[in-house]
């Protein structure tokens, strides 16, 4: 394989070297990412000075020792680490139990050969302090001497000792703490012992051990030894207090005046003020001994105000310190008198405010934004100002490159601070933790936590931060972060400003500044020249051409000279011993500042040693700037929040099989989880969340480049994975809360939300602003030294949340019946709404209707099957269609008071959390959907159509009009079975009123109620079926209209307008639509258009898609019909299919007229059901509570079923004429309207009669209305309507020639509003059978008034055999007005309302002919007649004559048996259908004989049960029933169990559940 390489003049590379990554809107909130870092200048010497041998100066000796003793702290910082990282290894090794151990030897010498480089460590730590001490001790003997006294001692020479003794107190502190040091090695020492003699240097181990054992456990010091050593060493040196006391003096004036860049120096120099004050200070029982306390080599105030100021001060990680602890160990110091001066008293009160960082966080927060704007502007001007790409060398850019330097030098200095306030905060927290009491009240159990291991590190950070000071340290953290991460990213164009800077200084200084003193000195011969020259040779940089003994030409008006523009600092010990030469010229024990006398000048004046001091101090940031990014890597480290060795080796916890503290412990993780859930805080913290896990990455630095420690990794790393996953899902499940809220709050009515807030007086259902899309937006998150795509997490998490939350949406929609459609779906709105904001915030989620499909198991190409849809059709067909009650007038369903098919159905699993409506507005909508609980209405149905779709609905309509041909068939058996048992029977006489001819029409059909299939069968199916079609009414009325609005907005494109003058809102398709079907599409705005993108050449797959869309919206002006129409239409094509048209048709009768006695037409059938339907059948002494009518158990679907076969079979006008109620209901009005003549009353019935009466007039009254409206419905929508020719006779055009109204007519001027208000009178004991809500036990129906007791009955006198019954002794009825005296030429009053009177008296005797006489009232029975004859008995029912062997069986098996047809009575059947029957109490009527018929016609499609016969009426040689037996009704039976129901199956013949 042959490669080629691109030559230089490729036209590629241009390309190559001018791409560049593509812009990346992701909001930066995180930390330049410390993987990989890049550093300009290193922040130490990496030559140790080694190379000041290149330099001329004076300083040798100095900088040697400054050499070794950094070499020193190099290899001291090393064991710091090595013992604060120590963990005991001998933990890890099993104890010898068994001293008999055969391999007890070899245990040991495992044991000792593990633990061999622990102690070998040690040993290297022992001889180390050893050499540190000796170091020290050695330049403090060098420094006392007279000749290093006349000298200025340099002030970096006494820094190293500083740090020497800052090593000496570590190391010190840290051998005291580490209990597993001495473990270990006493561990190692018995394993010594029992293998010494098998090892070559066993005596050499032995004295090794010993002077280990002296130096871990010495018995003279058992703490501090190191300090002590150093002490005793010390005081071996005379005169050593005046070094100490200057070393002193040097740290409270570098801290006085910040000559410190990094927060380690500060605390380095606080920590060194008391441990060099107990080395100074000399023994109390020693007379004249040095002390300390009362030395004029220090300034005692200044030291005082130190300590009151700085209390604690940090060690090493959650190291603290307290400085009157190490002060208390001076021998001269007195903590009975001197606490108080010193900050050691009981005044932590008073120094609180300087350690906690809320109190800082304001200033911190104003300079932070005062800053950031002077760096943005200083920035932004250098761009418009010059350029990057080719940087201007040039010195008189230099001051604004210093300009710039200085803000970057202000940026590091609040970085610093802001650090030192987060690390002192910690401290502070650590030296005071949270006390029992404070835990006590915030819910914490002191006596059980106690027993946990490390409850003492939880004591001091879990719960001794509040919310507040959390989010104060969060912010403050983002700052540190923030303001580190913009220096860094901005070091590629600093760095050669700094540069440029830095030399530009440097040179002014030497060959501008020095220049009078030297020609000053040079002039004169000083001996400072050389020093002068030195400094000069040691940093000049002299152009090219120009004189480098310039200052002996040196005039004071002699222009500066002009230095070269160099991007190149000095390197780290040129810098150093420019500092150390200048800082030894102008001191004020210097020779170059020593008077001369009284005529003479010193070498250096004053303002010559203040240029060198300014520039002495401004170089102190020349290192720092140099190495720009390590300076920021150090003073924005916070990994000491993490480290807790201190608190793990202190609470014991190594002792456990867990190596950390568990991760709600962790401050940081503490931090990050307030971050994710503080909701209601007035920052936005949420953008802190990159920042806060920035934390991790300090202490991951750390553990692998400070501690070279790779198990503290490993540690940080599984707590990182651990708090990572926890944090991916928090910040899901807050994400996802706040969207879900912010969806939920939208979808609530305005009304609503104002009036609970307004109710409330707060805004609890508004939700506050938070910007989420920032940390999930973020896509390269830098963490370990890895980049994660959070923003591809947070979306896998967020995506799955949506898929669980759907889940659980359809689930409890599962579990619930119809009624909760509505909710289910508005929960799926909200949910909707919720994927719209999520997908606007920069999350990328499947589409929502995707996941929808997948929940829904509907996914397939073909699949139309999901899991609502079955559900919706489960509901329809086995809850709301047989349990329901439809009412028409509310168009509501109402669960049925029985249940004759009961559902068993877990109860719905409850929305937790952030599911469902959410968190804030889950009791609003809860209050909003209990409205829409206990009934299925309009919205329902709306809610219906809404989650199915068009896609779905297809389905459902063809499996309820399957389900609704099912139950037609079993109607059609149930009617069949019932048609033979019909008794024949005419319409009573007007004459006898309305009582008389309910209790003629109820002792007819009296046989009926004990049919035990009459209501859980016949009235049910009966139901069903009406509950099916109004369901398909309803979903067809939201259909037409949904399309009529989609057709409205796509008529223009298909060129149907409407007329001008056309405002009818009629269905598209009906007779008067506004729309024309006949009008040419051809012409049409769309079809022009396709016809010409066919004719341009366009995609022939395009122009048939826009076709058939044409095609779709043009037939709608062609009148398709409805899908009630359709279901119209099939129901009649299903009766036509099942016989049931052809069985119950209207024959012609052979003389032509209509029958009336024994009609075979299906209207006199459902004429007995429907007279049965509004009976009342309550029963003396029934509870209250179980007295419902039909109407509330059934509805209005009973009165549809009947309607629609009545219309379907054309018999509306039969029905109306010769219904049954309908002709009580005639009779009635016709009784409001007539005259009655005196003693012409005839036909009156008792109390308990007439309350029944009423009570039935009014439910046939509400029938009759329903019948109306139901047949208007089916007239307005049935394809198949036939229109009748109708002959109408007019009334008499004048009344004129009426001289008087006729005995018993009509009276023409009687007003109606009476007859009205007489039905509304009726209708006042009666509660409107509206829709309740339908609560899950039976509710009571409304409180009826029972009927009045019956009189005791008075004793009769003697009767003749013609007396008529006397009246019954009973309160009589109110009095009415009576009638004004007539006059039949003048005007015609209206009828009065008649008043029940009792019977005329009787009459001489009546023949035979004579009507039967009026019936009695309950209370007595009636006398005899003039002839007496006994009452008929009833008989019992014979037993039906048994078939000839030829003849068929009585019952098919194929279809129910017909009801008995009654036994003709003996007397005229015309006279006795005449005359009512005389009733005293209906209950008690004995049910006429019947026989059973033998005979059948054609079998009917089977139905799903074989109903039962109804009961056969008793024989009795009379259809009047007997009134001398008062028996009781008899209670209803309980309603069977339901039919096995056949299987709902589709088109294809699968089942559908």
């Given amino acids: 394989m042959s490669t080629e390489l691109l030559s230089a003049t490729d036209p590629i590379l241009p390309v190559v070297r001018n791409l560049t990554a593509p812009p990346d809107d992701t909001p930066a909130i995180e930390s330049a990412p410390l993987s990989l870092t890049v550093s300009i200048a290193p922040t130490h010497n990496p030559l140790n000075f080694s190379d000041h041998n290149a330099f001329d100066h004076m300083f040798v000796n100095e900088m040697e020792t400054k050499a070794a003793i950094e070499q020193l702290l190099d290899e001291g910082s090393h064991f710091v680490d090595?013992?604060?990282?120590?963990?005991?290894?001998?933990?890890?090794?099993?104890?010898?139990?068994?001293?008999?151990?055969?391999?007890?030897?070899?245990?040991?010498?495992?044991?000792?050969?593990?633990?061999?480089?622990?102690?070998?460590?040690?040993?290297?730590?022992?001889?180390?302090?050893?050499?540190?001490?000796?170091?020290?001790?050695?330049?403090?003997?060098?420094?006392?001497?007279?000749?290093?006294?006349?000298?200025?001692?340099?002030?970096?020479?006494?820094?190293?000792?500083?740090?020497?003794?800052?090593?000496?107190?570590?190391?010190?502190?840290?051998?005291?703490?580490?209990?597993?040091?001495?473990?270990?090695?006493?561990?190692?020492?018995?394993?010594?012992?029992?293998?010494?003699?098998?090892?070559?240097?066993?005596?050499?181990?032995?004295?090794?051990?010993?002077?280990?054992?002296?130096?871990?456990?010495?018995?003279?010091?058992?703490?501090?030894?190191?300090?002590?050593?150093?002490?005793?060493?010390?005081?071996?040196?005379?005169?050593?207090?005046?070094?100490?006391?200057?070393?002193?003096?040097?740290?409270?004036?570098?801290?006085?005046?910040?000559?410190?860049?990094?927060?380690?120096?500060?605390?380095?120099?606080?920590?060194?003020?008391?441990?060099?004050?107990?080395?100074?200070?000399?023994?109390?029982?020693?007379?004249?001994?040095?002390?300390i306390f009362k030395n004029?080599?220090?300034?005692?105030?200044?030291?005082?105000?130190?300590?009151?100021?700085?209390?604690?001060?940090?060690?090493?990680?959650?190291?603290?310190?307290?400085?009157t602890f190490i002060l208390a160990r001076a021998p001269h110091y007195d903590a009975s008198t001197m606490d108080s001066y010193w900050g050691g008293g009981s005044n932590d009160s008073a120094v609180a405010p300087h350690y906690l960082l809320s109190k800082q966080w304001k200033s911190f927060r104003e300079d932070h934004l005062s800053w950031t704007s002077d760096f943005a502007n200083a920035m932004n001007a250098l761009k418009a100002n010059f350029s990057f790409e080719s940087f201007d060398k040039s010195s008189h850019n230099a001051d604004t490159f210093g300009e710039v330097a200085n803000i970057a030098l202000a940026g590091i200095k609040l970085v610093r601070d802001m650090t030192c306030a987060v690390t002192e905060q910690s401290c502070w927290k650590f030296a005071h933790p949270m006390t029992d009491e404070d835990l006590s009240k915030i819910g914490i159990d002191v006596a059980t936590s106690c027993m946990k291991p490390g409850f003492e590190y939880e004591r001091a950070v879990r719960y001794n931060y509040s919310a507040p000071e959390l989010s104060v340290l969060v912010d403050t953290i983002s700052m540190i972060k923030s303001m580190s991460s913009l220096l860094l990213k901005n070091e590629a164009a600093l760095a050669p400003m700094i540069r440029l800077y830095v030399h530009n200084e440097l040179q002014n200084l030497v060959q501008n500044d020095l220049v009078p003193a030297l020609h000053r000195a040079d002039k004169k011969k000083r001996p400072v020249m050389t020093s002068l020259m030195q400094i000069r040779t040691l940093a000049l940089d002299i152009l090219q051409g120009k004189r480098h003994d310039d200052y002996r030409v040196y005039k004071k008006s002699n222009p500066k000279a002009d230095v070269p523009a160099r991007v190149v600092g000095p390197a780290p010990t040129q810098l150093h011993l420019m500092r150390t030469m200048l800082r030894s010229l102008y001191d004020d024990k210097s020779e170059a500042r020593a008077s001369r006398g009284f005529f003479s000048k010193r070498d250096l004046d004053a303002e010559e040693a203040k240029v060198l001091e300014s520039f002495y101090r401004t170089s102190l940031a020349f290192p720092y700037l140099l190495s720009f990014s390590d300076t920021l890597s150090k003073v924005s480290d916070i990994g000491d929040l993490w480290y807790r060795e201190f608190y793990l080796e202190v609470s014991k916890q190594m002792n456990s099989k867990l190596p950390q503290f568990p991760i709600a412990m962790s401050l940081p993780w503490i931090l990050t989880e307030h971050v994710i859930n503080n909701v209601t805080a007035d920052t936005p913290l949420i953008e802190d969340l990159a920042y806060t896990m920035d934390v991790y990455n300090d202490a991951a630095h750390r553990a692998l480049y400070s501690f070279n420690n790779q198990y503290l990794y490993d540690e940080i790393q599984a707590e990182v994975n651990l708090a990572f996953d926890q944090l991916v899902f928090s910040i899901s499940d807050e994400t996802y809360t706040y969207h879900k809220d912010m969806a939920a709050t939208f979808h609530l009515p305005d009304s609503f939300k104002n009036t609970v807030e307004a109710a409330m007086k707060a805004n609890v259902l508004t939700k506050s602003v938070r910007r989420h899309f920032i940390?999930?937006?973020?896509?390269?998150?830098?963490?370990?030294?890895?980049?994660?795509?959070?923003?591809?997490?947070?979306?896998?998490?967020?995506?799955?949340?949506?898929?669980?939350?759907?889940?659980?949406?359809?689930?409890?929609?599962?579990?619930?019946?119809?009624?909760?459609?509505?909710?289910?779906?508005?929960?799926?709105?909200?949910?909707?709404?919720?994927?719209?904001?999520?997908?606007?915030?920069?999350?990328?989620?499947?589409?929502?209707?995707?996941?929808?499909?997948?929940?829904?198991?509907?996914?397939?190409?073909?699949?139309?099957?999901?899991?609502?849809?079955?559900?919706?059709?489960?509901?329809?067909?086995?809850?709301?269609?047989?349990?329901?009650?439809?009412?028409?007038?509310?168009?509501?369903?109402?669960?049925?008071?029985?249940?004759f098919r009961p559902n068993d159905r877990k109860k719905p699993k409850s929305a937790t959390g952030n599911l469902g409506y959410g968190h804030m507005c889950s009791k609003a909508y809860e209050a909003i959907n209990k409205n829409k609980k206990g009934f299925v209405g309009q919205p329902h149905f709306i809610a219906v159509v809404e989650a199915l779709g068009k896609q779905c609905l297809p389905l459902l309509i063809e499996e309820c009009l399957n389900n609704l041909e099912e139950r037609l068939v079993d109607v059609d058996s149930y009617l069949r079975a019932m048609k033979e048992g019909l008794p024949p029977s005419k319409l009573p006489k007007y004459m006898f009123r309305t009582g008389g001819c309910y209790g003629f029409f109820e002792a007819k059909l009296k046989p009926f109620l004990g049919y035990e299939d009459l209501k859980s069968e016949v009235f049910q199916n009966f139901r069903e079926c009406g509950n099916t079609l109004f369901f398909l009414k309803d979903i067809s009325d939201l259909i037409d209209l949904d399309d009529s609005f989609s057709f409205v907005g796509a008529s223009p494109f298909v060129g149907v307008d409407a007329p001008k003058d056309a405002f009818s809102t009629a269905g598209r398709g009906s007779s008067n639509s506004v729309y024309s079907a006949e009008e040419d599409m051809s012409s049409t705005p769309l079809n022009y258009v396709l016809n010409e993108f066919i004719n341009a050449g366009g995609d022939s797959y395009a122009s048939q898609s826009l076709s058939d869309a044409h095609d779709l919206y043009t037939k709608d002006v062609k009148g398709v019909r409805s899908?009630?129409?359709?279901?119209?239409?099939?129901?009649?094509?299903?009766?036509?299919?099942?016989?049931?048209?052809?069985?119950?048709?209207?024959?012609?009768?052979?003389?032509?007229?209509?029958?009336?006695?024994?009609?075979?037409?299906?209207?006199?059938?459902?004429?007995?059901?429907?007279?049965?339907?509004?009976?009342?059948?309550?029963?003396?002494?029934?509870?209250?509570?179980?007295?419902?009518?039909?109407?509330?158990?059934?509805?209005?679907?009973?009165?549809?079923?009947g309607v629609l076969l009545i219309h379907n079979l054309n018999q509306r006008a039969s029905f109306e004429m010769l219904d049954f109620s309908y002709h009580v209901l005639n009779v009635q009005k016709h009784e409001l309207c007539s005259i009655e003549k005196p003693g012409t009353m005839i036909a009156n019935v008792d109390d308990e009669m007439q309350m029944q009466t009423d009570r039935f007039v009014v439910m046939a009254n509400r029938q009759r209305d329903v019948h109306?409206?139901?047949?208007?419905?089916?007239?307005?929508?049935?394809?198949?309507?036939?229109?009748?020719?109708?002959?109408?006779?007019?009334?008499?055009?004048?009344?004129?020639?009426?001289?008087?109204?006729?005995?018993?007519?009509?009276?023409?001027?009687?007003?109606?509003?009476?007859?009205?208000?007489?039905?509304?009178?009726?209708?006042?004991?009666?509660?409107?059978?509206?829709?309740?809500?339908?609560?899950?036990?039976?509710?009571?129906?409304?409180?009826?008034?029972?009927?009045?007791?019956?009189?005791?009955?008075?004793?009769?006198?003697?009767?003749?055999?013609?007396?008529?019954?006397?009246?019954?002794?009973?309160?009589?009825?109110?009095?009415?007005?009576?009638?004004?005296?007539?006059?039949?030429?003048a005007k015609v009053e209206p009828p009065a309302v008649p008043i029940k009177k009792p019977p005329p008296p009787p009459k001489p005797a009546a023949s035979a002919a004579a009507p039967a006489p009026a019936p009695t009232p309950a209370a007595r029975p009636p006398p005899p007649p003039k002839k007496p004859v006994p009452p008929p008995v009833p008989t019992p029912a014979p037993s039906p004559a048994p078939a000839p062997a030829s003849a068929p069986p009585p019952v098919p098996a194929s279809r129910p048996p017909p009801p008995p047809k009654p036994i003709p009575a003996e007397?005229?059947?015309?006279?006795?259908?005449?005359?009512?029957?005389?009733?005293?109490?209906?209950?008690?009527?004995?049910?006429?004989?019947?026989?059973?018929?033998?005979?059948?016609?054609?079998?009917?499609?089977?139905?799903?049960?074989?109903?039962?016969?109804?009961?056969?009426?008793?024989?009795?040689?009379?259809?009047?029933?007997?009134?001398?037996?008062?028996?009781?009704?008899?209670?209803?039976?309980?309603?069977?169990?339901?039919?096995?129901?056949?299987?709902?199956?589709n088109m294809s013949g699968k089942s559908a559940l």
């Fill in 82 to 291: 090595m013992l604060y990282t120590f963990r005991s290894a001998s933990r890890a090794i099993p104890m010898i139990n068994d001293q008999n151990a055969p391999n007890k030897a070899q245990l040991n010498r495992a044991t000792f050969d593990v633990l061999r480089p622990e102690i070998v460590k040690l040993k290297a730590f022992m001889e180390f302090q050893d050499l540190t001490i000796r170091t020290f001790c050695g330049n403090i003997q060098h420094l006392v001497s007279p000749e290093a006294r006349k000298k200025v001692v340099p002030e970096g020479l006494y820094d190293a000792l500083i740090k020497v003794v800052d090593l000496l107190q570590k190391l010190d502190n840290l051998k005291d703490m580490k209990a597993c040091l001495n473990n270990d090695f006493s561990r190692y020492k018995r394993a010594f012992g029992s293998i010494r003699s098998d090892l070559s240097d066993g005596d050499a181990l032995s004295d090794e051990i010993h002077d280990l054992q002296l130096f871990l456990g010495n018995p003279a010091h058992p703490k501090q030894l190191l300090f002590y050593n150093l002490r005793d060493n010390l005081k071996r040196i005379p005169d050593h207090e005046e070094i100490i006391c200057e070393m002193i003096e040097q740290c409270v004036g570098f801290l006085e005046e910040e000559n410190y860049l990094v927060p380690d120096e500060k605390y380095r120099l606080i920590r060194a003020v008391p441990h060099l004050m107990l080395l100074a200070d000399g023994e109390a029982d020693i007379p004249k001994s040095f002390n």
């Fill in 296 to 323: 004029k080599l220090v300034n005692v105030s200044r030291l005082q105000k130190l300590f009151k100021r700085y209390p604690y001060i940090p060690e090493i990680g959650d190291m603290s310190i307290k400085m």
């Fill in 1123 to 1201: 899908v009630f129409k359709t279901s119209l239409l099939h129901v009649s094509k299903t009766l036509q299919a099942i016989g049931l048209n052809e069985s119950w048709a209207t024959r012609p009768t052979a003389s032509g007229t209509i029958e009336v006695e024994n009609p075979t037409e299906f209207y006199r059938l459902f004429s007995a059901l429907n007279f049965l339907f509004c009976m009342n059948e309550q029963q003396q002494g029934e509870d209250e509570e179980f007295n419902l009518s039909d109407e509330e158990e059934f509805g209005h679907g009973f009165a549809l079923t």
């Fill in 775 to 899: 940390p999930t937006s973020q896509r390269h998150l830098q963490l370990l030294g890895r980049s994660i795509d959070l923003n591809h997490l947070v979306s896998q998490h967020i995506s799955n949340k949506l898929y669980l939350d759907i889940e659980l949406c359809v689930k409890r929609y599962e579990a619930s019946d119809l009624s909760f459609i509505c909710e289910f779906q508005s929960t799926l709105s909200v949910i909707r709404t919720t994927h719209g904001y999520l997908c606007d915030s920069g999350l990328t989620l499947d589409d929502f209707d995707a996941i929808v499909d997948v929940v829904n198991e509907s996914v397939g190409a073909t699949s139309v099957r999901g899991r609502i849809a079955i559900h919706t059709l489960r509901t329809l067909v086995t809850d709301l269609f047989p349990n329901y009650s439809y009412n028409i007038y509310t168009q509501r369903y109402v669960r049925s008071p029985i249940i």
């Fill in 1268 to 1385: 109306f409206n139901l047949f208007s419905m089916l007239v307005a929508n049935d394809p198949t309507t036939i229109n009748v020719s109708l002959t109408t006779f007019h009334p008499p055009s004048t009344d004129k020639d009426l001289k008087s109204i006729p005995t018993g007519a009509l009276k023409i001027t009687s007003s109606m509003r009476r007859i009205e208000q007489k039905v509304h009178s009726l209708s006042l004991d009666e509660t409107e059978p509206d829709v309740p809500a339908a609560p899950p036990t039976r509710p009571p129906p409304p409180a009826r008034t029972k009927p009045p007791a019956p009189p005791k009955p008075l004793s009769a006198p003697a009767a003749t055999p013609a007396a008529a019954p006397a009246p019954a002794s009973r309160p009589p009825p109110p009095p009415r007005p009576a009638p004004a005296p007539e006059s039949v030429e």
């Fill in 1467 to 1545: 007397k005229n059947e015309e006279e006795s259908a005449q005359k009512p029957p005389p009733i005293n109490k209906m209950n008690s009527a004995a049910p006429p004989p019947v026989t059973a018929s033998t005979t059948e016609s054609a079998k009917p499609p089977l139905p799903s049960k074989r109903p039962p016969p109804p009961p056969k009426p008793s024989a009795s040689a009379s259809t009047v029933p007997d009134t001398t037996k008062d028996v009781s009704k008899p209670a209803r039976a309980k309603p069977p169990p339901p039919p096995p129901r056949k299987k709902i199956t």
